[in-house]
């Protein structure tokens, strides 16, 4: 079993900052990429950020010099720094990890449950 859970979701005015964790947990073997991904009312799931083991970063266009995406590789976790938000930006936040489970083969992308995000004055 694995699981990962997001937390640190809420509701913030325009310009302000939230940070968003992503635990994994379980049978893990290795994980390669985390990411986030988000949902907003009416409209397609779109990738946020994501971070490879090796270090490599991938945001959204919308998103580039506001949001950072960082990993503790010892504990599987993923964060998402949000700063300067914006009412576009309210959505339900998405982990997600690309990982082997133990004594199982193949690399398989598990979501989190999701974290609701609403900026707002």
């Known amino acids: 079993q694995v699981q990962l859970v997001e937390s640190g979701g809420g509701l913030v005015q325009p310009g302000g900052s939230l940070r968003l964790s992503c635990a994994a947990s379980?049978?893990?073997?290795?994980?390669?990429?985390m990411g986030w991904y988000r949902q907003a009312p009416g409209k397609q799931r779109e990738l946020v950020a994501a971070?490879?083991?090796?270090?490599?970063?991938n945001y959204a266009d919308s998103v580039k010099g506001r949001f950072t995406i960082s990993r503790d590789y010892a504990k599987n976790m993923a964060y998402l720094q949000m700063n300067s938000l914006k009412p576009e930006d309210t959505a339900v936040y998405y982990c997600?990890?690309?990982?082997?489970?133990?004594?199982?083969?193949?690399?398989?992308?598990?979501w989190g449950q999701g974290t609701q995000v609403t900026v707002s004055s």
């Open positions: 997600s990890a690309n990982l082997i489970r133990l004594g199982v083969p193949g690399w398989t992308d598990y």
């Open positions: 971070l490879t083991s090796g270090g490599r970063t």
């Open positions: 379980g049978s893990i073997f290795s994980i390669s990429a």
